[in-house]
C-alpha cells in the first residue's frame, strides 16, 4: 500500500486514455489520497492519435479558462496500441509526439509501462515483444529525464508465472483491472507515479510471491 502522495494543493493533473483512465474507481480513490486538482478525459477502445487529440482538447480548455496550467499530464500507450499491430518504433514516434507537445506548455509528463492481455480476444503471442520492447524504452527515456516518472503496471499487474497474462484476482477479462483489488492496485500505481515525479526516485521494486 501507499503511506502518502506528494502531490500538492498547488498541484494539478490531466489524465488522458483509453478505458484504463475511463474507469471510476482507481479514480476516486486518487483523488480522496491525493490533495490535488485533477482532471481527466478518456476515449475507450481508441489508440494514441485519439489520446492526443484528448490531450490538446484538454489544454486548450485549459488555456482558455484562465486557470493556472497542469502541472502534470498522464499520457500513455494502450492495449489498443498494442493490439492494432504497429510497431514499436511507430508507437515509440507517436507517444513522443504527445508527450513533447505537452512538455511545450511546461507541463511535466508522466506514462505507463504496459501489460499484457493474454486469454483476450485480440491477443497474439508476438504482441509480448512489442509490449516488452516498449516498457524498455519507458524507462530509458525516464533515466534520461525525457518524462518526470512512469506508472509501472506491467510490474504490479502483471502474472510472475505468466508474463503474457495479467495476475487472474485483478482482472475478470484479462485486459482490464475490473476487479475492486485491481482498482485499489491501479490507484497505488498512479501515486507511486505522482511521488515519483514530485521526489525524483523511482517506485520501489516489488516483491514477488
Not at 98 to 110: P, Y
Amino acid at each position: 500500500s501507499i503511506e502518502g502522495c506528494l502531490l500538492t494543493p498547488q498541484d494539478s493533473i490531466l489524465l488522458v486514455g483509453a478505458s484504463g483512465v475511463a474507469a471510476n474507481s482507481y479514480y476516486n480513490q486518487i483523488t480522496s489520497k491525493c490533495p490535488a486538482e485533477f482532471d481527466k478525459a478518456a476515449d475507450p477502445g481508441k489508440q494514441i492519435s485519439r489520446i492526443t487529440e484528448l490531450l490538446k482538447e484538454k489544454i486548450a480548455e485549459r488555456e482558455s479558462s484562465g486557470k493556472k496550467m497542469y502541472t502534470y499530464a498522464f499520457i500513455p500507450l494502450t492495449s489498443n496500441d498494442i493490439a492494432s499491430g504497429k510497431s514499436a518504433d511507430n508507437l515509440k514516434i507517436s507517444l513522443t509526439e504527445a508527450l513533447d507537445f505537452a512538455k511545450s506548455k511546461n507541463i511535466q509528463v508522466i506514462t505507463q509501462t504496459l501489460t499484457p492481455f493474454g486469454g483476450y480476444s485480440s491477443w497474439k503471442d508476438s504482441h509480448l515483444d512489442t509490449i516488452n520492447e516498449l516498457n524498455s524504452w519507458i524507462k530509458e527515456i525516464y533515466q534520461q529525464k525525457k518524462i518526470s516518472a512512469y506508472a509501472d503496471f506491467n510490474a504490479a499487474l502483471t502474472d510472475p508465472a505468466d508474463p503474457s497474462r495479467l495476475k487472474s484476482e485483478y482482472t475478470t477479462d484479462h485486459l482490464h483491472s475490473t476487479t475492486s483489488a485491481g482498482q485499489k492496485k491501479v490507484a497505488e500505481v498512479f501515486i507511486q507515479s505522482f511521488n515519483m515525479a514530485k521526489s525524483g526516485t523511482p517506485p520501489p521494486i516489488p516483491k514477488e510471491l
